[in-house]
């Protein structure tokens, strides 16, 4: 069956040419009540097969999204969030969303909220009682710990309590985890704040997806996490074409779901299309905790030890041993800048047996020692 899609700028075009509705059931220009009339008639052209995503009507009452801007949010999961509802708007030419920016900086009638590129936005209005119809979507960034403060957790866990649907754009999810409201859920997170996440709240499963969706609970992992997220929200409630199109008009060649991974491929990241090589740095990876030894990384690789090191010193240009430090203290700064861990905690994490060859390992790669490095510099948020 051929879909009207395909000629709804001519059926446009005449219409507003003859100054009223087109006869085409997919058009723009027609009313809900003649689209209906047209669909119970057995002359329907292009009739679409019930339950196909051109037959899906808009609701009645715009779906709210409520954007809770927390301080140094990050713009780009923001705009991510809220732009494919405004083109689901526009490309519609139908208010299936509504939105508003609430924020603690709401005193006297106006707010702002500042993000993490120093930007203010204003926002709508305070924390206060919603609907139970509303979709809150958390909007976390740098130093989240600081910024989720206790009425932001009375309120979101009052809305919990209300019925509310409810959401986290990147470091948001801390702060959904603080409220308590991740207990014995799936939920994802920015990969450089998982491991952070996992240590504090260990009854969270973590999923390294772009996205995730737990019942009423929605996390996206940051920076253009949130396209796909919304994405699949306008699929559900309007149908796929209009999920498409808005996502043909973001650029966004590539819709990503739930079983997308967040990180680009190992190969990708070490710049090296080596299949042994990808796995024995898959395994060190997955081994931080308890680091393998070169010996037994290369039995299982079933190499030799020398030609593991002649395969780290041509593709990745040093040993074996540096790379797995490398990666190992790449953990330990995230866990600094991102938790209260205490730093034998970290060190015994991150395969340290102690606090001090722990501090002899981060100085020489840091130039600064653990303690000093606690507080002194932000963990990047997308």
């Not at 996992?198 to 929605?218: Q, T, Y």
Request: contains cysteine; proline residues 5%.
């Amino acid at each position: 069956m051929v879909s009207s899609f395909m000629f709804r700028p001519v059926h446009i075009e005449a219409a507003a040419a003859k100054g009223k509705p087109c006869a085409d059931l997919d058009c723009l220009f027609i009313s809900r009540k003649e689209k209906r009339a047209i669909a119970m008639s057995d002359t329907a052209p292009f009739a679409p097969e019930s339950g196909s995503p051109s037959s899906v009507l808009p609701t009645e009452r715009p779906r709210r999204y409520v954007f809770l801007l927390l301080e140094r949010f990050t713009m780009i999961s923001f705009a991510a969030a809220i732009e494919p509802l405004r083109l689901a708007n526009q490309l519609s030419r139908k208010t299936h969303y509504s939105w508003k920016l609430v924020g603690e900086g709401f005193r006297d009638g106006h707010g702002i909220a500042r993000c993490s590129n120093g930007t203010a936005l204003a926002i709508d209005s305070g924390l206060e009682e919603g609907s139970r119809e509303d979709t809150i979507l958390v909007c976390g960034g740098l130093h989240v710990a600081q910024a989720t403060t206790r009425p932001i957790l009375a309120w979101l866990r009052r809305e919990a309590r209300r019925g509310a649907r409810i959401g986290a754009l990147c470091t948001g999810t801390w702060t959904l985890a603080e409220a308590g409201l991740l207990h014995g859920r799936r939920a994802t997170i920015h990969w450089e704040n998982q491991d952070g996440l996992a240590e504090k709240f260990p009854d969270i499963e973590m999923i390294r997806s772009v996205f995730v969706e737990d019942g009423n609970i929605l996390t996206a992992a940051g920076g253009t996490a949130a396209i796909d997220l919304m994405l699949r929200q306008i699929s559900r409630d309007q149908g796929s074409d209009l999920a498409a199109r808005v996502a043909d008009q973001m650029i966004h060649t590539s819709i990503r779901t739930e079983d997308d991974h967040q990180r680009l491929s190992i190969p990708t990241r070490i710049g090296v299309r080596h299949p042994r090589l990808a796995t024995i740095v898959a395994r060190m990876e997955g081994n931080l905790e308890d680091p393998i030894s070169p010996a037994q990384l290369a039995a299982d690789a079933g190499i030799s030890p020398r030609q593991l090191e002649r395969l780290f010193a041509r593709y990745l240009g040093r040993s074996p041993k540096r790379y797995y430090m490398e990666i190992r203290l790449e953990r330990a700064r995230n866990l600094l800048l991102q938790t209260d861990m205490s730093v034998i905690e970290i060190a015994l994490a991150c395969g340290f047996a102690s606090a001090a060859h722990f501090s002899k390992c981060y100085r020489a790669s840091y130039g600064t020692t653990p303690y000093r490095q606690r507080g002194t510099q932000e963990p990047a948020a997308l």
